[in-house]
């Protein structure tokens, strides 16, 4: 096999398991913006969010402790103790649909029947406070991630040195591919196929499409919005939770994790606001075109760091013949 | 008793069409330009002039132009970082080219070079609607900080990657540059404000004003009844982008005398300008100044309380500031959706029956 071809190849596998962590991103979007219509650009901080609580809570860190310090004049910085990784993600959970509940009692519950900028633009402003908060409780230092269910058995990084032994020696070419985003890839796709069952089977997830589909109908046959809305929140949170984890687990807990909701924007334009499966081929075609248009023009021709825009060119370029994007609701307008 | 229109008769065109019709109003707006012109100048100092007066003169400027786009025109933009850099490099790229001509004129110029930038990048409006829009016009964002990062040109191949503004003067006084006085640089920034201001508010007034807010409020309908949404968007895209470029040349050349782009013009500019048109007023000039003033205003006091007052440490105010502006926000959105500007059109009803309410 030349070289080249197996370079292409390697890249466009790392671009798929890009576009997956993007993708995961892209899904708390959707899932909000389907059921309430709200644009929720504090996606990427929620993912940030979590994931500091997470890392605090499972190294016992005091919450607020800096602010306290500085109050009180006090010196205290940690528990002392150390939590079971499960068990702090299931704090963790809980601590989202708190969020999830707040957000909605607090913020949204406000705002109802306002326009859609103004939805937006709250979530912008909910953005920079959760960020504050997140960073006032458990300090704005990069923190390291891990994920352990024993002693020893922690979320894999690294190389898969099994594909880059087999592929080496049947090309003479060996893949390089992450085990992170291997692990990140099936986390993803049971998560998609969770959330699909959740909505189709259950009662609460046909209640969450009844709302996605037209809130004064579900109203009308008794399907509370509030709790709907909640729901969705949280579920959103969960998402977030994950996304954080695997990227926190990649690149460390810190300030640039809230960064992914501006990757996961493209992906949405591109799938569609509506669409979970579109969310999920949209984060694929994103992921795989960056990484393959930085592989072949950016980085030879262009001087490289084309990922920063590639995407939005894109998606833009896309919309220009698709407004409503590859798997979004047709758009009918009308005086 | 002060604030009415009522035995205020107009007996000419021109006296019905003026900006302020109200005397109240008129006599205040001379009052404000006089102590902006007159009275600030000769007693500032540089601490003011630096931390307050110019952001704030800038920004208004940058917010008005926003303003334009969005608040009048309904069109979503979160490409203004982007758009500031095109005039803060073409600025650069002027001065340099051309040490002789007056800044007046390169600023100006600049300001126009960003126009055409933001029609070009204004042009998938047509197909693109709401938060697509929105999302689109990040693509101008980040290709154009990424442009000005990787194409030296751009910096005349400074070692740095930055850009540095040469001494220039206007008139024969130095206004960019290390020996520039704190009374020129305020002077040379008041002249763009009360120019965009005037124009802004007298474009909105108009016809074309008048086309742009019936694209905002139903596109269709506008189209329908003849207004031409080609027009209307792009000319709403390139006087934004122009105001925008001007502040982005002063926000480089006066204010800042340095700039490296990502930190400069980064996707936070861009919704820092958005939440001052947003708590000052969408579709407002006034709201402009007041967002502006607003959020210029508010890390500084903060500041002051916080670290000078209470003796805390830096970075927990800088927490503390994210959390009171994202408080704020949702605030402002939850009380009064259409900023301080409602809040000052609410406070001007009432000054017309005060003081006898009924």
Known sequence: MPEQLAYTIEVFLNGLMAGVLYALVALGFVLIYKASGIFNYAQGVMALFAAMTLVGIQNGQVPFAHLINAIFGTDVHKFGWSVHSFV???????????????????????????????????????????EGVADLMWGSELKALDVCAAEGVCLPQGLNSWIDETTFETFGY??????????????????????????????????????????????????SLN???????????????????????????????????????????????????????GGLIIGVGEKLFEFLIGAPFLGGATENWFAYMLALLFLVFRPQGLFGERIIERV | MFYREAGDFNTSYAEDQQTFPIKFDRYRYYVVLFIAIVVVPFTVNDYWVNSIFMPFLIYTIAAIGLNILVGYCGQVSLGTGGFMAVGAYACYKLMTAMPEVSMFIHVLLAGVITAAVGVLFGLPSLRIKGFYLAVATLAAQFFLVWLFNRFPWFYNYSASGQINAPERDTF????????????????????????????????????????WMAIRDMDIAAEIIGVNPLRAKLTAFAVSSFFIGISGALFF?????????????????????????????????????????????LPVALKVVGVDLLGWPTDIVAHLQLVIVGLLIIVFLIAEPHGIAQLWRVAKDKLRLWPFPH
């Not at chain 1, 189709?200 to 996605?212: D, E, F, L, P």
């Not at chain 1, 807990?253 to 990757?263: G, H």
């Open chain 1, 88 to 130: 702090a993600i299931a704090l963790t959970v809980v601590v989202m649909i708190g969020l999830a509940w707040a957000v909605q009692r607090f913020v949204f519950r406000h705002l109802v029947g306002q326009e859609a900028i103004i939805l937006f633009m709250a979530t912008i402003g909910l953005a920079y406070l959760l």
């Open chain 2, 253 to 297: 050349a006066i204010y800042l005398g340095a700039v490296e782009v990502g930190e400069a013009f980064g996707i936070q500019k861009s919704f820092l300008v958005l939440f001052m048109i947003i708590i000052g007023g969408l579709g407002s000039i006034f709201g402009s100044f007041a967002g502006a003033a607003f959020l210029v205003l």
């Open chain 1, 174 to 223: 060996g893949f390089f591919i992450d085990n992170l985003d291997i692990v990140a890839s099936i986390v993803a796709a049971i998560l998609v196929v969770g959330l699909v069952m959740f909505a189709q089977y259950t009662k609460q997830g046909r209640a969450m499409r009844a709302v996605a589909d037209d809130h004064q109908a579900a109203l009308s046959v008794g399907v």
């Open chain 1, 227 to 281: 709790f709907i809305w909640i729901l969705v929140w949280s579920l959103a949170g969960f998402v977030a939770l994950v996304a954080g984890i695997m990227w926190g687990a990649k690149s460390g807990v810190q300030f640039s994790l809230s960064l992914i909701a501006l990757k996961a924007l493209p992906v949405l334009m591109l799938g569609g606001f509506t669409s979970i499966p579109g969310a999920i081929v």
């Open chain 2, 172 to 211: 024969g006084i130095i206004i960019t540059g290390p020996s520039t006085e704190a009374w020129a640089a305020y002077a040379f920034c008041l002249v763009f404000t009360i120019f965009s201001a005037y124009v802004a508010r007298n474009l909105t007034r108009g016809s074309v004003g008048r086309k």
